[in-house]
Every structure is written in structure tokens, then in C-alpha cells.
């Protein structure tokens, strides 16, 4: 069993990142609930436990509190920001609002030594977020750092194994940050870092083995990273046990259906069905304008056309797990410091929202990964670098870019529009940087020339962001050259297109799709 390291999250932004850099270090780790039981921590074998910042204040009358037992399980507690004030109360400090409140970088000046400062200069910049500061420290605590404004910015307990920093080691404005809490975790709490995503690859394997035994697995795969990792995964441990069904909804962009058919059914040789539905989507979709009932409509319709597919492959023996692509920040967002923890992650996470009365058992072997830990596991089990890289893609796919009424010849534009954008943004210096690059087919037509001939054809708007996870996102600058040539090449190539717009919206107050 890993070393396991406890994260008690109290509401602050930035605890999936303290869980990425304990993960970082080799170091196994989950985020819990604020007020876990020191009694199920105990029963977790965990060796040591880290308090997240929050946006809360201790002395308020429902601020979010940890159980107190956990600073007697003989293991070593880290408060960061809230988690640091919370520690300090319960152990005999005093916590108030303070006048001069810390935002941003800062220099703090370490006093005397302490292993959490190991290879430290006297004086390191770190990012502060706070207005309450522990103004009193009692008689069990050591300082160990200030600030000109702050007289408590990190300290120790002399007896409970706690230690409290007022800043956040674990972002990148914190240079010297991984150093902390690399000391906290191998110096202090004495851990090996034994932990790694090859010793994951085997559990997972063995622990669906186990659950499944000799029953068979159904694995809705849309080529995605997810589920072509959840896949692959799978076959390792159960091979044909597992099938998959890949629906071509055609809604697909250009070349999407024959990678995947030629990665998964061909390549890796999986229990692969392909599922051509494209006429029942786009009868589905006749007339339909509104964004939302086409996405009603296409999750509908993909829960009707995967039921049935399913139904006809019970006939070679029953089906009775799902396996699906829930990764860990689904996971996460079903709770909160004021919510408790859900089983059920929400429906748009789930692989094209299915309803849990399709009567199966769910396998969720990457739901304690982030993204780029399932991009690792996809690199050693073999994905190819085009699904591995693979940007975002909407589950009801190109209807949603085509805004207005969604038609086969509609599509067709938009395709190879699509087409254009991905080659020649994959051949720039961006590629790895953009989140999502893609062509929009508006509902307008415009007067052009081409050849001295008067046009009226249809306008395509480019759209590339940045972003880290999608809920916030910058419109890319792209060179000017690589604009000109995909513009060029639509104006070009797709007939019934003479104009090409550029999106420079922000997420918010845009968002990324344009339906």
C-alpha cells in the first residue's frame, strides 16, 4: 500500500494544486472533506495530514473546522493560510482581522531553523492571500517567520507535530515552495515516495480484476483521452471481456471515425463495435435552432442509440459494468466545506450523460487522477501522441459550432473549415499551449468577390483559447502569418465560404463554445 497523505480541503482555490505537488513528489494523496474523522484517517494509514487555505474566517460562528482528534494521531499536520489560522486556535492561539492585510507577493525573514526551511536563505519570496493574521501565540508555539506586517507569517507547535504557514507554498508565485514541501513530506513526515503511476497502472489492474472476475465490462468510447485511457486500461486487465462501442454521431470532425477506428479496433484490437447513426442524429436535429434543446436532443438520442446497441450485444453474454472516464476534479467538485461529498458525479460528466436505470455497476479506475496524470498512463500503455494531445471537443460535437439550424451541408463546410484550422494551428509553435483551437459556422452570409464573380456565402469565425481546466479562458494572439494562411486556405478551399472572422472574447464573459 503507497504512503498516503491526507488533504483537508477548506474551500480554497488553489487545493487541487497541494494536491498536484505532493503528487509531484512521489507521494500518494487525496482531498477530503474538511471534517473528516481522525478515526477514518487512522484506518487509511495515513502519515501525515494538510490543511487547505479558505476563504472563511475562524472565529466565525460557522467557519469550516477540522476534528481536533487529528492533531493526536501522531503525525505530522501542515496549515497553509486558513489551515495555519485554524491550527492556532485549536491548539491555544488567537486569531483576528488584521488592518494590514496581505495580498500578493512578499518577503518573509525566517527565524532561527526549523526542517520545514531546510535549504532556505534567511529571507525567500512567497505569495501571501489573507486578512486575518494569529495574533497571539500562547505559550506551545515557535515563530519561525515574519513579515514587516505580519509578526506570525509560519510556525511550529512545540508538542503536536503542527506546522503553520500564512502563505501558499504550493503555487508557482512561492519560488521556493516545492522545497518546503518537499521537507515537509520527506523530512518531517519521513515519507520514502514510493508512489508512481506504473505501481497505479498495476493496482488498477488487479483491483478491476477483482471486482469484475469473469462477468464483462461495456465502455462507451469517444476517442477522447479519457476514455481512450479507461479503455485501454480495461483491456489490459480483462481483454475481451471488455466492449466497447464507438457511435459515430455525425457530429464528428474530419478523419475523427477512421483514427479511432484504426487506433482502437485495429491497432489494439479491442472488442470494438462501430455504431452509424449519423442519420438518426441529424433527423433529430431537423429544424432546431435553440442551443440547448440540440443538446438535449443529441444526449437523448445518444442514450437511445447506445441502449440499443448494448441490448444486442447482451445477446453474447450480459454486460454489468460500465466503465467510464471520471477523473478526480469531477470527483472533487461534488463537494464542498459547507456540502457533503456525493456519490453521484454530475450528469455532464458522466459518458454522454447515461442514466443509472441502463442497470449497470460503474468502474471508475482514473477518478483520483488529474489530466495530465491520465495523459502519462495513456503515454505508457501506448496511445498515440494525436488522442493523447488531443484538445477538448463538446459532447455533441460540430452541432454546437454550427450555430443556427444544423444540416448535413452545414456540416460538411464546417468540416473541412475544422480540418484547416487543426493542421495548420498543429504545425505552429502554439499547439501545446492553446486549450481549444477550432472553426464556428455562423448563420450569416455576406457579399464577396471572387474571380470578378459577386459572391453571397457564409462567414467563419475562428476561435483559440488558453486555459487551464476550462473554466476561465484568454483568447490566444496568434502571428499574424498563421492567420493569414488559415484564412487564405478556408477562403480557398471550402466552397461556400468568402469571409473569416477572429474571436478575441474572454472567458467570461464569453464562453468557449459558441453554443
Known amino acids: 500500500m503507497a504512503e498516503f497523505i491526507a488533504i483537508l480541503d477548506f474551500g480554497s482555490q488553489y487545493t487541487q494544486l497541494i494536491a498536484r505537488r505532493v503528487r509531484e513528489n512521489r507521494v500518494y494523496c487525496e482531498i477530503l472533506r474538511h471534517d473528516t474523522k481522525a478515526s477514518k484517517l487512522r484506518e487509511h494509514g495515513v502519515k ?251 444526449g437523448h438520442e445518444f442514450i437511445e442509440v447506445f441502449r440499443h446497441a448494448v441490448e444486442n450485444e447482451q445477446r453474447h453474454g450480459k454486460l454489468e459494468f460500465l466503465a467510464q472516464g471520471t477523473l478526480y476534479p469531477d470527483v472533487i467538485e461534488s463537494f464542498s466545506p459547507t456540502g457533503g461529498p456525493s456519490a453521484t458525479i454530475k450528469s455532464h460528466h458522466n459518458v454522454g450523460g447515461l442514466p443509472e436505470n441502463l442497470g449497470f455497476r460503474l468502474i471508475e479506475p482514473l477518478r483520483y487522477l488529474f489530466k495530465d496524470e491520465v495523459r502519462a498512463i495513456g503515454r505508457e500503455l501506448g496511445l498515440p501522441e494525436q488522442i493523447l494531445y488531443r484538445q477538448p471537443f463538446p459532447g455533441p460535437g460540430l452541432a454546437i459550432r454550427v450555430v443556427g439550424e444544423v444540416t448535413r451541408e452545414r456540416l460538411c463546410i464546417l468540416r473541412a473549415a475544422d480540418r484547416i484550422v487543426q493542421q495548420e494551428i498543429e504545425k505552429s509553435e502554439a499547439y501545446l499551449t492553446i486549450w481549444q483551437s477550432f472553426a464556428v459556422l455562423l448563420p450569416v452570409q455576406s457579399v464577396g468577390v471572387m474571380g470578378d464573380r459577386r459572391t453571397y456565402d457564409c462567414t467563419i469565425a475562428l476561435r483559440m483559447v488558453e486555459s487551464s481546466d476550462g473554466m476561465t479562458a484568454n483568447w490566444v494572439y496568434l502571428p499574424r502569418d498563421v492567420l493569414s494562411t488559415i484564412s487564405n486556405r478556408i477562403s480557398n478551399e471550402v466552397a461556400g465560404v468568402n469571409r473569416v472572422v477572429l474571436d478575441i472574447s474572454s472567458k467570461p464573459p464569453s464562453t468557449i463554445e459558441w453554443e
Not at 53 to 63: C, I, L, M, Q, S
Not at 245 to 264: A, I, K, M, P, Y
Open 48 to 298: 501525515g495530514i494538510i490543511l487547505s487555505g479558505g476563504p472563511a474566517g475562524v472565529y466565525e460562528h460557522d467557519a469550516p473546522r477540522c476534528d481536533p482528534e487529528i492533531f493526536h494521531l501522531g503525525v505530522p499536520v501542515l496549515g497553509i493560510c486558513y489551515g495555519m489560522q485554524l491550527g492556532c486556535e485549536l491548539l491555544g492561539g488567537r486569531v483576528q482581522p488584521s488592518t494590514a492585510r496581505e495580498f500578493g507577493s512578499t518577503t518573509i525573514d525566517l527565524v532561527g531553523e526549523d526542517l520545514i526551511f531546510q535549504g532556505l536563505n534567511d529571507r525567500t519570496t512567497v505569495w501571501m492571500s489573507h486578512g486575518d493574521q494569529v495574533r497571539d501565540l500562547g505559550t506551545s508555539f515557535v515563530n519561525l517567520a515574519s513579515t514587516p506586517t505580519c509578526a506570525h507569517a509560519a510556525v511550529r507547535h512545540t508538542s503536536s507535530k503542527f506546522w503553520g504557514l500564512q502563505f501558499h507554498p504550493e503555487v508557482t508565485h512561492t519560488p521556493e515552495g516545492r522545497i518546503i514541501l518537499n521537507n515537509f513530506l520527506y523530512l518531517i513526515c519521513g515519507l520514502k515516495g514510493d508512489w508512481s503511476l506504473t505501481k497505479f497502472i498495476d493496482e488498477q489492474i488487479e483491483s478491476v480484476r477483482q471486482t469484475v472476475g469473469s462477468r464483462r465490462v461495456v465502455c462507451a468510447l469517444s476517442g477522447g483521452i479519457d476514455s481512450s485511457v479507461v479503455a485501454l486500461l480495461l483491456h489490459k486487465a480483462i481483454g475481451n471481456q471488455l466492449s466497447c462501442f464507438f457511435v459515430d454521431n455525425g457530429l464528428l470532425r474530419g478523419g475523427e471515425r477512421e483514427q479511432v477506428v484504426s487506433t482502437f479496433a485495429k491497432h489494439f484490437q479491442l472488442d470494438f463495435h462501430l455504431v452509424d447513426a449519423e442519420e438518426r442524429f441529424l433527423e433529430r436535429l431537423r429544424g432546431v435552432t435553440d442551443p440547448e434543446e440540440k443538446r438535449k436532443r443529441i
